[in-house]
């Protein structure tokens, strides 16, 4: 079984910055893509920016410029730097990561809560 533990999130005034990381646990042979995702109250779940294995992103339109993945594939985990947030980046940012191990499986953490105030 593979856990994704988020951590990171919180409460932070329009124009600042926070770190989410996210740490993969459990039986991994390899982890495919790692990603964040964020959903709005009242909203779907939208992907918010991804990364690949050989270090390809992939971001939204509403963060290109302003958010940053990176991961380290020794540690299994994946990192988002969030700078000049807004409020309506206000959401619960989920982990995701396709891990390969006996079977290939795609995993979710529980969630961080963000919370931009203007």
């Known amino acids: 079984q593979v856990q994704l533990v988020e951590s990171g999130g919180g409460l932070v005034q329009a124009g600042g910055s926070l770190r989410l990381s996210c740490a993969a646990s459990g039986i991994i042979f390899s982890i495919n893509s790692m990603g964040w995702y964020r959903q709005a109250p009242g909203k779907q779940r939208e992907l918010v920016a991804t990364?690949?294995?050989?270090?390809?992103?992939n971001y939204a339109d509403s963060v290109k410029g302003r958010f940053t993945i990176s991961r380290d594939n020794a540690k299994n985990t994946v990192h988002l730097q969030m700078d000049n947030l807004k409020s309506e980046d206000t959401a619960v940012y989920y982990c995701?990561?396709?891990?390969?191990?006996?079977?290939?499986?795609?995993?979710w953490g529980k969630g961080t809560l963000v919370t931009v105030s203007s």
């Open positions: 990364i690949t294995s050989s270090g390809n992103t």
């Open positions: 995701n990561a396709v891990v390969r191990a006996f079977t290939t499986g795609n995993y």
